[in-house]
């Protein structure tokens, strides 16, 4: 398109995508506050190790991420089952680049195993919205 119907289809997808983002990002912040508060408290409280510790927290933040981003973030309609089984592999992906990241702060870098859990968050939200956009909720 040119002229300013061109303009008014680039500013829309422009918002749209910014919209995303932003909601993306509020979800983001409150599977954060639940997910490492779980992870803190699974290493601190139950005296479990890395791993299971941070499992527990981002499994508990699945579902809740799943049914807001999907009805609310991407504003998407089309039947769940699919849908759920992409979120999953790209929860999973997301997940890999977290632990890694994670482990490396700790091992490579001899960081508190504290700060390392929150410095996978940043890799783990890109590869999240990145894959939930292109892939999970995806419109045809």
Request: charged share 10%; glycine share 12%; with cysteine.
């Amino acid at each position: 398109m040119h002229g300013f119907a061109g303009r008014i289809s680039r500013m829309s997808f422009d918002a749209a995508y910014r919209v995303s983002v932003f909601r993306y990002l509020g979800v983001g912040v409150l599977n954060t506050l639940v997910g490492l508060g779980a992870i803190y408290a699974c290493m601190y409280v139950l005296g479990l190790a890395d791993i299971p510790s941070n499992f527990i927290g981002y499994s508990l933040g699945i579902v809740l991420s799943f049914i807001l981003n999907k009805y609310w973030t991407f504003e998407n309609t089309q039947p769940g089952g699919r849908q759920f089984v992409r979120f999953l592999l790209v929860v999973g992906t997301a997940y890999l680049v977290n632990l890694a990241v994670v482990e490396a702060c700790i091992h490579l870098l001899g960081m508190s195993r504290y700060f390392a859990q929150a410095a996978g968050i940043p890799p783990y939200t890109a590869a999240g919205y990145v894959g939930s956009r292109y892939f999970a909720f995806r419109t045809s």
